[in-house]
């Protein structure tokens, strides 16, 4: 079984899995921590807070299922499931991420602009990596989040520029992070997780 889509009750599953069906990817949503160490690949969704999260990760079991897995297999975060990948967030209280990309979340203070950014947006290519193949500067990809990543810049692929900068498109080694939707951002978020499933 090639992907394993993270079921731990805070993804927006079925767009994902319908998106990989698109593609002619198989994949599996599943909380089994058997079916997740038996993919070849992990993809953590998530919408809503910070903390909820994590608290549902750890209810779960599989924070320590996900931590070693991430260390022998590609692994993709989408929106909150990025920010998961973090050493912390700071979203109504500071929380402990997954640790699996140094740096941490903060709220995205943007100055003349309405926070949650949401819509579409145009990235930046800062360092392509294999996600980032087929992408040109100025395609657009869909936002939607109030929190963004603060990490060094050697682990951004992608940005976005929302009042600031927004790390669009993170990674460290084999573990990617997407700030945007993939599977809602049309043939550029298709062609990124297609990139994605033939890691």
Not at 137 to 165: C, P, R, W
Not at 167 to 193: C, T, W
Request: proline share 4%; charged share 20%; with cysteine.
């Amino acid at each position: 079984m090639a992907i394993a889509i993270i079921d731990y009750g805070a993804g927006n599953l079925f767009n994902v899995r319908n998106a990989l069906k698109y593609l002619g990817f198989e994949s599996e949503i599943s909380s089994d921590a058997a079916v997740l160490c038996a993919a070849d690949k992990l993809i953590l969704p998530g919408v809503g807070a910070f903390p909820d999260a994590m608290n549902k990760l750890n209810a779960s079991g599989l924070t320590e299922v996900i931590r070693a897995e991430a260390k022998r297999k590609p692994m993709l975060g989408i929106c909150l499931g990025m920010q998961l990948l973090f050493e912390k967030g700071y979203e109504f209280a500071e929380t402990q991420g997954l640790g699996l990309i140094e740096g941490y979340v903060d709220l995205l203070t943007c100055p003349g602009q309405k926070v949650p950014h949401m819509g579409w947006d145009d990235v930046k290519i800062v360092h392509p990596c294999a996600m980032t193949a087929g992408v040109n500067e100025g395609d657009m990809v869909y936002f939607v989040h109030s929190y963004k990543a603060v990490t060094d810049e050697e682990n951004i692929s992608l940005s976005a520029h929302y009042g600031q900068t927004i790390p669009a498109l993170v990674r460290s080694g084999d573990i990617y992070g997407a700030q945007f939707h993939p599977e809602k951002s049309g043939d550029v978020g298709l062609n990124m997780l297609r990139n994605f499933a033939r890691l």
